[in-house]
């Protein structure tokens, strides 16, 4: 009887310690998932990698989800004695929910406003550019046409009166940045939704009352420009070109175009940039400009900087005859003037090519395409003192707005000059400080010549682009080449390698964008098309207006740290939010009084401790729970730093009592790991005084301070004979290494996780790198989130596994006595060949 007793007893105890080391294992997934999203969620900020809200909900759902799992399986471990990590999650959890709950909501306001009453306070509730026009008039007092606003407050009245905002809302929440296959579906579905609504009767008669007033005072019934304006358009983002515009428009058609004009919100490319620009769904809210129709003599586009030379004090300005659709469009050869400030109105640089077509007013509605008169194709769209006024406002708006301004105006046959559009202008990165001009006359030189409207350097295959449809499966990295410019290449930016057109201007709606998106650009090339063969590979200098033969990578740029446009962005803020909650490392040093749940402020923070204290819990068990010998034991070393083993079975030699020597343990992935990190040099003997050897694991003041102490520090590994899980922890660096070899190849398996925490972001990145490096010359599958490294290798012979791991074990210390050294990225090349050379041999 009682032996049958001892036998359920021992039975009972198996399936316990089977049961605690399976939730052991949930948390370490757990954690490794977590660490792994949060790395992936902080490389995001770095402004080289689209991502949308949606993005950040599901990541935030995915953390919250492999957080709770973190938490359960530590109470499952601790017999439920947790409860207050409990509480902490649900708290940081809802205050990230918090962040992504809040919502910009659209303010009450007239359905339609005056331009008399608008100025940039107004924007929520008219759209950027009615609250640029009413500033303009308003406050800088310069020549706008009368006008009116129909309220961004008209387009929820729009959406409720049809009952269609949930369903928008919807559909935009589930279409992601990354899922470009169905953005033609989901934008059909929401342009039909539009079309098929009904205006609401009092927004329809507030659009005639105002009509009506505009018609009084200017004293007869104008047609009318409609144009966009959408929450956000020409003010920090320029929204060129993606939304609609309808000119010289009845009276009577006014209510249909209306619709049109919010219907361009689901236009494909209006999606695609509103997602990569950062913009939430509430914030589409679409205003729109109603301005008489100005019957142009001439039209154009002032900058008040030249984008390529800002620190020149002159202004660049651009004219065609006729309507100004075709100075934007780059549909012709535009007139182009470069004119001083001081002295003021100086004409620096003229160019005035043959202009066979212009655009002009139809009769009754709509425009048209007519000759230019013969008189006129060779001749200049400006006299001297239409420059000198341009001149002047571009003056008077840079010291109202003290930044560059991207201008569009008109020239009426009363000769009177009108300014239609006032956004800023983005300014791209300067010229590296060379010389004017640079070929490399060693490198076959295809094109050298046309207009840099972007500067920058970029190499890939040509993609000749000459339909819609040529655009649908654009490859990372190609060079886009085409005819003409076109504000609808805006969904390939994000992964073209640079563009270069045959035709177009550098104020044109395409130029814009591709200083936004940083997409070096060369226009009015005009041969492009036919000296470019599609997918042969060249190298685009956007720095000196070259287009070379084959891939240079001498002129290719470094990737450097840089802001970008993105960064004030709706989506960003929200981000930089998020990670407030997630990111942050409290938690520091195990020892102190603090280190609780209480004082848990972040997902790391609930990471840390979880891991911490999962580590104890494994590492606790008494004789009276573990049978068969099983018991944790110090490992001693003589090495500096602190190791708690338990053995699972067939780890240890028999005859140990609470320490053991590395000779008795039998564990053959961890005598292998083992073997290479007592293979590099220690520092020998603990020294004394206030310059301990903790300056050599502990290198920074601020890993100092935050309590990282390789003596105190402890590291655990749990054990058997074919299996080994090692968390290390070496001043600040956490690493793990996982592994079971055996004769059985197919179960055979390395998992090597590494975290490098204290440091400047920049040793970070590049103890990152050397580790990346080092690991890809191992041959092992791997992936880089920031500083934090996965890698893997499995089903390998055990003398292939066991080599493995004996540089894993090397390569964990070698990283750590480096810290001080990093100090270049010269130097991190450096130690990376002097790893392979040393180490690696012919694995190498």
């Not at 450096?830 to 012919?842: M, P, Q, S, V």
Request: aromatic residues 8%.
């Amino acid at each position: 009887m009682w032996q049958r007793l001892v036998s359920k007893d021992r039975n009972n105890t198996q399936a316990a310690l089977a049961e605690k080391y399976a939730n052991f294992q949930r948390l370490l997934a757990a954690n490794n998932t977590v660490l792994t999203l949060m790395a992936d969620m902080e490389e995001k900020l770095s402004g080289d990698f689209l991502f949308d809200l949606q993005y950040i909900r599901a990541s935030v759902n995915q953390l919250a989800g492999e957080t709770a799992v973190l938490v359960e399986s530590l109470n499952n471990l601790g017999d439920h004695r947790y409860g207050g990590l409990v509480d902490a999650f649900r708290r940081i959890i809802g205050e990230v929910e918090d962040v992504l709950s809040q919502r910009r909501e659209i303010p009450p306001a007239p359905l339609t406003l005056p331009v008399e009453l608008l100025d940039l306070e107004k924007a929520e509730s008219v759209g950027g550019k009615n609250a640029n026009l009413g500033e303009v008039r308003n406050r800088v007092g310069l020549p706008v046409p009368p006008a009116f606003a129909i309220s961004t407050y008209s387009y929820k009245a729009f959406l409720d009166y049809n009952q269609i905002a949930a369903r928008i809302a919807d559909l935009l929440g589930f279409w992601r940045i990354d899922d470009l296959d169905s953005l033609s579906g989901v934008s059909e579905e929401l342009k039909s939704m539009v079309n098929q609504a009904q205006v609401p009767p009092e927004l329809e008669a507030a659009i005639g009352q105002a009509y009506e007033e505009l018609c009084r005072q200017m004293q007869e019934r104008p047609l009318v420009a409609m144009r966009s304006s959408a929450v956000g358009e020409d003010l920090s983002l320029t929204f060129a070109g993606q939304y609609a515009t309808y000119l010289n428009v009845p009276a009577a058609e006014m209510v249909n175009r209306y619709k049109d004009i919010l219907a361009s919100l689901f236009t494909p490319r209006a999606l695609f940039y509103y997602k990569t620009r950062g913009f939430k769904e509430e914030e589409m809210a679409m205003g729109v400009a109603v301005l008489p129709m100005i019957n142009a003599r001439a039209s154009g586009v002032l900058f008040t900087r030249q984008p390529e030379a800002p620190d020149q004090d002159a202004a660049l300005i651009n004219a065609v005859w006729g309507l100004g659709r075709y100075a934007v469009g780059g549909v012709i050869d535009l007139d182009h003037y470069l004119v001083a400030y001081d002295p003021p109105g100086k004409v620096l640089e003229q160019r005035i090519p043959a202009k066979e077509v212009m655009l002009v007013n139809t009769p009754g509605g709509g425009v048209q395409e007519v000759p230019v008169p013969e008189d006129k194709r060779n001749a200049p769209c400006l006299e001297p003192g239409h420059l000198q006024e341009l001149a002047r406002w571009a003056a008077v708006l840079e010291a109202h707005y003290q930044r560059p301004q991207d201008v569009e105006w008109a020239l009426d046959f009363e000769d009177r000059l009108w300014l239609l559009q006032s956004r800023q202008l983005h300014i791209p990165h300067k010229r590296p400080p060379e010389a004017a001009t640079r070929t490399l006359k060693q490198y076959a030189v295809l094109l050298d010549q046309g207009t840099v409207a972007c500067r920058g350097v970029g190499a890939g295959p040509v993609v000749l682009v000459r339909k819609d449809e040529d655009l649908k499966n654009f490859p990372s990295g190609g060079v886009l080449v085409a005819r003409h410019t076109s504000p609808k290449y805006v969904t390939v930016m994000p992964q073209a390698a640079a563009i270069i057109t045959d035709a177009g201007s550098p104020t044109g709606h395409m130029a814009l964008l591709a200083r936004e998106f940083q997409v070096p650009a060369i226009l009015n090339t005009g041969t492009a098309t036919q000296t470019l063969q599609p997918g042969q590979e060249v190298t685009v200098d956007a720095n000196y207006n070259n287009v070379y033969a084959g891939i240079i990578t001498e002129l290719l740029e470094p990737r450097t740290s840089k802001t970008h446009d993105l960064e004030d962005s709706p989506v960003f803020r929200t981000l930089r939010e998020v990670l407030k909650k997630v990111i942050p490392l409290n938690l520091i040093n195990p020892q102190s009084e603090a280190f609780t749940p209480e004082n848990c402020r972040t997902i790391h923070d609930l990471v840390r401790f979880a891991h911490e204290f999962s580590m104890r819990e494994m590492f606790k068990l008494t004789e009276d729970e573990i049978q068969d010998g099983r018991e944790a034991v110090d490992l001693e070393s003589g090495l500096p730093f602190k190791v708690r083993l338990l053995d699972l079975g067939g780890g240890l030699k028999r005859g140990w009592k609470r320490k053991v020597r590395p000779e008795q343990i039998t564990s053959l992935p961890f005598k292998a790991f083992w073997q290479g990190l007592t293979a590099m040099r220690w520092p020998q003997g603990k020294p004394a005084g206030a310059k301990s050897f903790s300056s050599v694991f502990v290198k920074s003041e601020e890993e100092v301070a935050q309590g990282a102490d390789p003596y105190r520090d402890q590291s655990y590994v749990i054990l058997s004979k074919n299996y080994m899980n090692f968390s290390i922890r070496l001043g600040y660096h956490l690493s793990q290494v996982e592994a079971y070899v055996s004769d059985q190849i197919n179960d055979n398996y390395i998992t090597f996780i590494f975290r490098g925490g204290g440091s400047t972001p920049e040793r970070r990145e590049r103890r990152a790198r050397l580790i990346e490096a080092i690991i890809d010359r191992m041959h092992l599958h791997y992936e880089r989130k920031g500083d934090t490294i996965k890698a893997r290798i499995a089903k390998y012979p055990p003398e292939q596994m066991t080599q493995r791991l004996i540089l894993f074990g090397k390569l964990t210390l070698y990283t750590k006595q480096l810290d001080m050294v990093l100090f270049s990225e010269g130097i991190v090349d450096w130690y990376i060949k002097d790893f392979i050379r040393e180490h690696l041999g012919a694995l190498a």
